[in-house]
Structure formats: structure tokens, C-alpha cells
């Protein structure tokens, strides 16, 4: 994974955080701009080496290219920013078996 050196990734937000969508709203500090970042940095790079590819090989090359070699990293980047964004989201308090979890037994 492109940000796997990041202690803030792999400490706070493991796969058992995403999976259950927890963490702490410091951390998302911490781990959301440098994610945005290598995002936009990656997004400018593909382009780029699309540009370049298409002058050397045929559009059907450098789409299967492409899709074997560079959206697969992409695409996990992009799923590691979603699922920031979902457990950062404000989420409803849990409520108890068989009623409001307001109420007093």
C-alpha cells in the first residue's frame, strides 16, 4: 500500500479500524491530508504517464497497461480515503436490545 510507512495508517487505522470504522478524530488530522495529497500527486502522475504511453503504444495497450499496473494502487487509496471519511462521520449511539436507549430500565 502507498501510505503502509505511515505509522498513523498502520497503528490507528488498521484493517480491523476500517473494518469497523473506527478512529479517533485525531487521527484523521493526521492521516487525511498526507492521504489527499499522494492522492492528487498520484491523479497528476497517471494522467501524465497516460499521455506519455499513448504515444507509443495503442489505446486498447495502454488501458489494459493501466488497469493492470497503476488502478489497482489508485483504487485502494481511494477506498482508504472513503473509509476514512465513513468513520470519521458522526455515527448514532447504539441503542439496546428491545428499546430507546434513553429510557430507564
Known amino acids: 500500500m502507498l501510505l503502509e510507512g505511515n505509522r498513523y495508517v498502520t497503528g490507528w487505522f488498521s484493517p480491523y479500524h476500517r473494518q469497523r470504522k473506527l478512529i479517533h478524530p485525531v487521527m484523521v488530522q493526521h492521516i487525511q491530508p498526507a492521504a489527499l495529497s499522494l492522492l492528487a500527486q ?3 502522475l497517471v494522467q501524465e504517464l497516460e499521455a506519455a504511453l499513448q504515444l507509443a ?3 486498447d495497450a495502454v488501458e489494459e497497461w493501466l488497469e493492470e499496473n497503476v488502478h489497482p494502487s489508485l483504487q485502494r487509496l481511494q ?3 472513503q473509509d476514512l ?3 470519521a462521520a458522526p455515527q448514532p449511539p447504539p441503542t439496546g436490545p428491545g428499546g430507546d436507549a434513553a429510557q430507564d430500565p
Open 79 to 81: 477506498a482508504l480515503l
Open 85 to 87: 471519511s465513513e468513520a
Open 57 to 59: 503504444f495503442y489505446p
Open 42 to 44: 498520484w491523479s497528476t
